[in-house]
């Protein structure tokens, strides 16, 4: 019993931490978001499978949608943290397919859940809300 008391501790501490790394940077533009992409429509097929990903225009400068898990969506600014007013700093997913980068700083954010991997930014991507209604995947911000 003991040994499941310690790796539920192990488990709570490591998702403790990692949220740290998820703060979104102030200094990304709030803007309107309110998109609905269907899982149906083939510009968006990518989004039916876990781990799938698609580019959208909206946000500062476009939108990553991430299939997470089982109705579960991502979806990201691709505006650089670091420096968002640099018209070069835009993120985009490496041939890895599960990080993304931004090729002007070197910047290194997951996929899964958008937090920083690798400096020089000191944030994760900034993040949009989701909610799936069937094949809708709506992107909003607050």
Do not use: E, W
Not at 35 to 54: C, Q, S
Not at 91 to 99: C, E, F, K, T
């Amino acid at each position: 019993m003991k040994i499941y008391q310690r790796i539920i501790a192990v488990i709570m501490f490591m998702m403790m931490s990692a949220d740290c790394s998820k703060t979104s940077n102030s200094q990304v533009p709030n803007i309107l978001v309110d998109i609905t992409v269907y899982t149906t429509d083939p510009a968006f097929f990518k989004l039916n499978a876990i781990g799938g990903y698609v580019y959208i225009t909206g946000g500062v400068k476009g939108i990553i949608i991430y299939h997470q898990g089982l109705d579960q969506y991502m979806a990201y600014d691709r505006d650089c943290p670091y420096l968002p007013n640099n018209t070069n700093s835009i993120v985009h997913v490496d041939s890895s397919g599960i990080i993304v980068v931004d090729t002007s700083c070197g910047s290194k954010f997951s996929l899964y859940d958008g937090s920083l991997l690798k400096g020089p930014a000191s944030y994760g991507l900034k993040t949009y809300n989701t909610s799936v209604t069937g094949s809708a995947v709506r992107i909003y911000s607050q």
